[in-house]
Each structure stands twice: as C-alpha cells, then as structure tokens.
C-alpha cells in the first residue's frame, strides 16, 4: 500500500479504523496533524484519509479547522444495540423517577465497563462517565458486579494486571478485591465511594439473562448521600427483574470477551 505506517502491513481499512479509534480515546477536537503523530501515519496518508472520511460524513471540520466525529457516524452508532436501549430506557426513567438519582446500565467490554444508556438526575454529582463511554471495572459499581459474577478464571485473569488508580479511594489490592467481589456475589449488590471521582457514590446489581449476569444497573448520587444508597435497593432490584423480563433472549452483551485480552489505550 502507498504510504509509510508505523505499523507495516497495515490494510487500508487497518488505517481507516486507526483514525477513528483516535477520537474513541478522546473527544477534543484533532488538528490533520494530531491524527497523523497519534496514528502513526505519514501526513500525507492521514491527509487523503480523513479527506475521504469528511466527504463521507464521518469526521467534520470545527471553526478552527480541526476534525471530529461527524454526524453521519453517529447516525450509524444508534443502531448499536438499539433493540436493547428502547426496552432499556422506559425502565431507567422509571427508576429515576423512584429515585430522583442518576441511573445507568452498562456491559461489560474485555476489561472495562461499557455504559449502554443512562438518565441523568438533577442532582449535581461528579460525573466520570457517558452512554458510550468506559470506565475500569474494578473502580463502578456496575464493574464489581459484572467482575463479581464471572467466571473464576476471567476475574483472576483481571485480578493479575495492574489495575488504574483512579482516586485515592480506588481498590487496587487484588486480595482485598478478591474479598470484595465474593461479598458482592454474596449480597448481589455492589457499591463505591469516591473510587472513580470525588464526590461520588454509586451502587449496581446485577440483571441476569439465562442464569448468567449479562449486564449491571448502576446507581450514581453524592458521596454525602452514601450512608442511605442502600434505601434504593428495592426499587433498582425490582427494575432489574423487569429489565431481565423484557428483554428476553436479546443479547445484552454481544461482544464479550475475556478480561485477559487487556485494555484499550
């Protein structure tokens, strides 16, 4: 193929997807030249790319000429998982109406916790998270429960990697977290306090499909409010077996893959 890439042999759709994982990472805005360093691509390369994935709809241009995600391919991205989302989502307004609270669900994606939908509260917590994006399953709620209820070996395989300290507060031991994971398997409920943001405080239970846990329901208030988060229990188990009822045999988790694959970048 035309064009020098740090990675040899790299297919042109290889390139294509190198540009697009670049605004996964991050949202900010990216000069031609952003993309070209972060990919390792030759400018010239990134330059007739991103020119073809602009004309497309997949990258637009800011006010300062800087690319981001176009309105084309978040088009497309709706229909991920959609099936799940429109059942999902008449369910997690009705918890937040019980709850006042923010209110989540979320899979999990290799070794990380992927946020499938959400309906924000008014209350002003920290937020560390959005529909779309990941976060570390040791430092959720919905992480200790999607970890606490897989197999043995995926939860040792997590245990055995070095795991982000998020806040001074994140759970990093991997004994103590072994701990951790077999109350939440015992309580089926799991919580957090100022592990991924200060300020924050979340707890999660599990949704089952087909004997297995295929995804978690997630709480988030303020850290102030952690003393009662247990109060809302009912309401998120109670939406939870209606979740696990209305979905039926859709796949809640499509793609999953052992923890042991590692984390994206």
Known sequence: MAGRTSQPGQSVTGRVLAILAVFERSLVPRSLTDISAETGLPLSTAHRLVGELEEWGALQRDDNGRYQIGLRLWELGQHAGRQVREIARPLLQDLFSLTQETVHIAVREQAEVLY??????????PQASRVGGRLPLHATAVGKVLLAFEEPWVREAFLAQPMEKRTANTHIDPDALRAELAMVRSRSFATTLDETRLGATSIA?????????????GLVTTTDSAVSIERHLPAMRGIARRIEASVGSLPLNAVKQPASTGRKP
């Open 205 to 217: 239970v599990p949704i089952f499909q087909d004997g297995v846990v295929g995804a978690a329901l």
């Open 116 to 125: 499938i939908d959400r309906v924000y509260g008014t209350r002003r917590v």
